[in-house]
């Protein structure tokens, strides 16, 4: 490992657990860090304290006590999901006691440098897809972040021969001061968590630290069609690589007539990808443009795009059934991500939608609902999307009790060439314990047509 010392004899609070806190402070235990642990679950129901206690660290559970602050500690890592709002947090940033994330963590002691992917939308399908393809090219790659393996697990096992491709929130990012990726990649921004940065202005600090390290050495990928981060790549020390689905550039990855070039060297004919969709070609763009940067062959690009059919629940193809196709968008938690689903498509779209009651109401998605011809709801929000509906013109509504019944109603309604799209503009929480839950439900009940 790269730099142990950093943490050696160190007072270590470990703030919030979950998964990134638990693999924080077993590492850190390792390294020889004096480790207090802090959840805010009372110690009853926390199983990933008690699975601690062993390592004789000392564990205060139940709330986040300010007076904890009076140990002194040189050092707090900080679940990214506690908010900088939060009073332990006011009071240590007060006391000038730097706080980190556990990518700041992973990236100190890996012998394997990394590859980070950030943006508003797309994270997670161009982290697998730079994945996949560096798989496909033998570059013998690892992945973590967000995307389900701690960042800090993985850089414990990483050597210099390899490199991580990170899937990075502005959670994440917010608590780095040494991270430095070889590759950055910067997907695009829209206004997102403005309730944890307080503002747009603070979100797009925080997404700008990705690059902030990064040395004439390194690159940074940056989307060409968003003019914030346009403006953004002016302070960036890194060597600048754009992708653009508008616009021909002289370097970069772009599409023109059908085709995705890197500079000047045709990749890949779009008629041959499998990913639908203009927000898919973007993170396609990226991908392409961080595997060339990486020397990868065209054939190993063209190879993994040509069957890549998406991550699942984010616009995931499940099948084609007597003409219809169907897609599973259940990570499809909000407006914004159902709007791009249904910008994907040019056939009449059969849409599955509804969910939790967050006070929504969805006149933002009807300018994107000129192509659904029949709306199928389910859940709390059925009504309000029907409202929607009537506003867009379409003409065939049904509400249903439940995803599942919605797949069968869907088909019955639907006609050969049509797409069948789960993409519900709400979070599962009234029906389901999760998206991925819900997911599933539609992906069983798509294969038990008959």
């Known amino acids: 490992m790269k730099n142990t010392e950093r943490f050696r004899d160190k007072k270590i609070l470990v703030l919030g657990l979950a998964k990134s806190g638990l693999s924080a402070a077993k590492l850190l235990i390792e390294l020889g860090a004096e480790v207090t642990i802090n959840d805010k679950k009372p110690y009853e129901e926390n199983e990933n304290t008690r699975n601690l206690l062993h390592l004789g660290v000392d564990i205060i559970c139940g709330s986040h006590p300010v007076d904890l602050l009076e140990e002194n500690f040189d050092l707090i890592v900080k679940n990214p999901g506690i908010p900088y709002t939060n009073p332990i947090v006011v009071e240590a940033l007060k006391r000038a006691i730097p706080i980190i994330t556990e990518v700041e963590l992973a990236y100190s002691i890996s012998e394997a440098e990394f590859i980070g992917i950030t943006g508003s939308n797309g994270k997670t399908t161009t982290t697998t897809l730079i994945y996949d393809i560096m798989m496909q090219a033998q570059k013998n790659p690892l992945i973590a972040g967000n995307i389900g393996t701690v960042a800090s697990d993985v850089a414990q096992?990483?050597?210099?021969?390899?490199?991580?491709?990170?899937?990075?929130?502005?959670?994440?990012?917010?608590?780095?001061?040494?991270?430095?990726?070889?590759?950055?990649?910067?997907?695009?921004?829209?206004?997102?968590?403005?309730?944890?940065?307080?503002?747009?202005?603070?979100?797009?600090?925080?997404?700008?630290?990705?690059?902030?390290?990064?040395?004439?050495?390194?690159?940074?990928?940056?989307?060409?069609?968003?003019?914030?981060?346009?403006?953004?790549?002016?302070?960036?020390?890194?060597?600048?690589?754009?992708?653009?689905?508008?616009?021909?550039?002289?370097?970069?990855?772009?599409?023109?007539?059908?085709?995705?070039?890197?500079n000047d060297e045709e990749i890949i004919s779009t008629d041959e990808i499998v990913l639908p969709g203009e927000h898919s070609l973007e993170n396609i763009l990226a991908a392409v443009a961080v595997c060339k940067l990486l020397n990868i062959t065209n054939d190993a690009i063209g190879d993994v795009l040509k069957r890549f059919s998406g991550v699942k629940h984010r616009l995931q193809y499940v099948k084609t059934y007597h003409g219809r196709k169907f897609y599973n968008d259940s990570k499809a938690t909000n407006i914004l991500a159902t709007q791009k689903a249904l910008n994907a498509f040019s056939a009449p779209i059969i849409l599955l939608a509804g969910g939790l009651d967050r006070g929504?109401?969805?006149?933002?998605?009807?300018?994107?609902?000129q192509n659904v011809k029949t709306l199928v709801t389910f859940g709390q929000t059925a009504e309000l999307l029907e409202e929607a509906g009537v506003e867009a013109g379409i003409k065939n509504m049904v509400r249903v009790d439940n995803v599942e019944k919605a797949v069968s109603v869907a088909y019955d309604n639907s006609d050969k060439g049509d797409i069948i799209l789960l993409s519900p503009a709400c979070a599962s929480w009234d029906q389901y314990t999760t998206f991925e839950e819900r997911g599933d439900i539609f992906i069983d009940a798509v294969h038990m047509l008959n």
């Open 360 to 369: 929504n109401h969805f006149k933002d998605l009807v300018p994107y609902l």
């Open 157 to 262: 096992i990483a050597t210099s021969e390899q490199m991580i491709v990170t899937e990075l929130s502005s959670f994440q990012l917010q608590g780095v001061d040494q991270f430095r990726p070889k590759i950055s990649v910067i997907l695009n921004i829209f206004d997102a968590h403005l309730d944890y940065h307080g503002t747009k202005e603070a979100y797009v600090k925080a997404k700008a630290k990705i690059f902030q390290q990064q040395t004439p050495t390194d690159f940074v990928v940056l989307n060409a069609d968003d003019n914030i981060l346009v403006e953004l790549s002016k302070v960036a020390q890194a060597k600048k690589v754009f992708f653009s689905t508008k616009q021909k550039l002289k370097t970069g990855a772009y599409v023109n007539n059908h085709t995705i070039f890197f």
